[in-house]
């Protein structure tokens, strides 16, 4: 398994950016599909982004679209989440997650998917 340290989250108003960072340790990070899940008080843990191993394919949920934007950097072992235009229902904490197979070709958005996570970071958004 990869460790996952995040970071970047903070409180921020309405139409705001913020970057979150994951830091991974351990071996084969640029094997590792990435994604990026976030869980509201009371909801369940939801997919909002995600990265194909060699950083040439995204998946970005549609509420995302045109705000988020996943990028990954093999060489830092570090994949970054900048959200832009930040809104009252983003409001989460963001969990940073490796794939639990190396080299697949799709992005998954199911929880089972992953089997490494970070601690989380909180991200608040004031309307």
């Known amino acids: 398994q990869v460790q996952l340290v995040e970071s970047g989250g903070g409180l921020v108003q309405a139409g705001g950016s913020l970057r979150l960072s994951c830091v991974a340790s351990?071996?084969?990070?640029?094997?590792?599909?990435m994604a990026w899940f976030r869980q509201a008080p009371g909801k369940e843990r939801q997919f909002v982004a995600g990265?194909?191993?060699?950083?040439?394919?995204?998946s970005i949920i549609d509420s995302g679209k045109g705000r988020f934007t996943i990028s990954k950097v093999n060489a830092k072992n570090t994949v970054y989440l900048e959200m832009n235009n930040l809104k009252p229902e983003d409001t989460a904490v963001y969990y940073c997650?490796?794939?639990?197979?190396?080299?697949?070709?799709?992005?998954?958005?199911?929880?089972?998917?992953?089997?490494?996570w970070g601690q989380g970071t909180q991200v608040t958004v004031s309307s």
């Open positions: 990265v194909q191993w060699n950083g040439r394919a995204t």
């Open positions: 997650a490796a794939d639990r197979f190396v080299l697949r070709p799709s992005i998954e958005r199911e929880l089972g998917e992953y089997d490494s």
């Open positions: 351990g071996h084969a990070f640029d094997s590792y599909n």
